[in-house]
């Protein structure tokens, strides 16, 4: 979100709330910062907790004086040092120059990182894959309740009865369980070819706008059968907007067939034999697991997935594991289910020996950021483990999972991560081709691709951020 007064832009939308729009422009002309109109400090958004006072201090890498470091009576460096010190001293401390040591103690739970319009272009205009996109995720409140009416399908008593209401809700999730709830409720709306195709097509078009190039997408046919739905309808409608979208938006995909775990087994197996056509004639490209995680470890699907190979040898398989799940769930995956990538995955880091075999036998892992965090799996993106993986050698992509709920597209995601974690063009140049590489698209697509991510990260070498 982007906030303009006065014809200035202010990035800083996310942490701080309007009236300080005054401060970041004295900011942005190099002014010293002022203490808001009455006084009185304003309160950041997230303040989080107390410093680690252990922590030695560390090298700032960044000073912009256009950037806000302010929050309540402390003032931050880029990367989270905090000093309980009036904002001109800590200003002049970072506007001094780059590179300058920081004598404050790292206050990293607390850090974030602006992500400028500059980088906001290159991240949008950055071509993305996306892997891990449930298509019955996309559906915003704004089509849910037409689609209802469409269709004659009455929603429950207690379920919010506007769109801003049902978005008001989405933004507290307690749990998996909680938005599962939610989602499922979504899915009834759905019943003829038109909704499948009107529901991937609105995806397309807006993951197109936020630079999406490849997508590949679940879908949950047990959430429609069960109703009473064709197969034929669920997949003939996601196939046609895929059509569509490769000639109109230029986007490739591929669909993925998910089990819901939570269904009793032989239903699971039901679902897998009825799919059989479209594994055989290639229009479904793989399959996938996910619902409920903990209760129903990946063993349980073992005969799913041999039956699924055996109807379609070329077939490919993922499965959602250590999302809520332990890290043992993601080594069952792989070893029990032949998985040959990890749908988030990020509970991996709690078992040294499965990163460095993730890293080892190249498993992407198909991490959802914004999903992450109102699914409480961490408070905030900056505690997902990414830099980790980064450095133990771990590819990931970065996917918006359902995004008409968790609050982003892929875009968003992008840029979430990298107000947390502050990464360099090199990095992300990094991490969107880690994201091409282990795409299930041809070579001939993955260069493509590739040649694209480059020319973009060359026409940005020669823009200063
Ligand atoms: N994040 C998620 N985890 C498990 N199942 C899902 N179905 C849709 N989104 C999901
Ligand atoms: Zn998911």
Request: hydrophobic share 35%; aromatic share 10%.
């Amino acid at each position: 979100m982007l906030g303009k007064p006065g014809g200035v832009p202010c990035y800083c939308m996310s942490l701080h709330p309007l009236p300080l729009y005054s401060r970041h422009r004295a900011l942005a002309a190099g002014g010293t910062p002022q203490t808001s109109p009455g006084g009185s400090p304003r309160r950041r958004k997230r303040l989080t907790p107390s410093p680690r006072n252990g922590d030695p201090p560390v090298t700032c890498r960044y000073y912009l004086p256009s950037r806000c470091f302010s929050a309540s009576s402390f003032f931050f460096c880029r990367i989270g040092h905090r000093r309980a010190a009036l904002g001109a001293y800590i200003f002049e401390e970072h506007r001094a120059g780059p590179a300058r040591r920081c004598s404050f103690r790292p206050q990293h739970s607390m850090s974030d990182y602006t992500c400028s319009q500059t980088m906001r272009d290159f991240l949008r205009e950055l071509p993305k894959c996306e892997h891990h996109v449930h298509l019955e995720g996309t559906l915003e409140p704004d089509l849910l309740f037409p689609l209802a009416k469409r269709n004659n399908v009455s929603l429950p008593a207690d379920f919010p009865s506007s769109a801003e209401a049902l978005h008001e809700r989405y933004n507290r999730f307690a749990d998996l369980a909680d938005f599962l709830h939610f989602y499922y409720i979504g899915t009834n709306v759905l019943l003829l070819e038109q909704d499948f195709f009107d529901l991937a097509w609105a995806y397309f078009q807006r993951a197109a706008a936020q630079g999406l190039r490849h997508a590949e997408m679940f879908f949950d046919p047990q959430s429609h059968t069960t109703r009473g739905v064709a197969l034929d309808a669920v997949v003939g409608g996601f196939r046609r907007a895929c059509e569509r979208a490769e000639t109109e938006l230029g986007v490739t995909s591929k669909l993925i067939m998910c089990l819901l775990r939570h269904l009793p087994v032989p239903e699971c197996l039901a679902t897998v034999q009825s799919a059989q056509p479209f594994f055989e004639s290639g229009t479904v490209q793989g399959l996938g697991l996910d619902s409920a995680e903990r209760p129903f470890p990946p063993e349980l699907f073992t005969e799913c997935y041999e039956q699924a190979r055996r109807f379609q040898p070329e077939l490919r398989l993922t499965a959602h594991a250590g999302e809520e799940g332990p890290a043992s769930y993601v080594t069952t995956a792989l070893d029990l289910l032949g998985a040959q990538r990890i749908d988030h995955g990020v509970r991996c880091v709690e078992d040294a020996a499965l990163v460095a075999r993730l890293a080892s036998s190249d498993t992407l892992l198909t991490v959802c950021p914004l999903s992450n965090v109102r699914l409480q799996v961490v408070q905030h993106v900056r505690e997902l483990p990414l830099q980790k993986l980064l450095d133990a050698g771990v590819p990931f992509s970065l996917n918006s999972d359902d995004p008409a709920y968790f609050g982003g597209y892929v875009l968003d995601n992008y840029v979430a991560v990298q107000q947390a974690f502050g990464w360099s063009r090199q990095t992300w140049a990094r991490v969107a081709g880690a994201a091409v590489r282990g795409s299930w698209c041809d070579d001939k697509r993955k260069t493509e691709l590739l040649d694209q991510i480059e020319r973009v990260v060359a026409k940005y070498e020669a823009i200063a951020d």
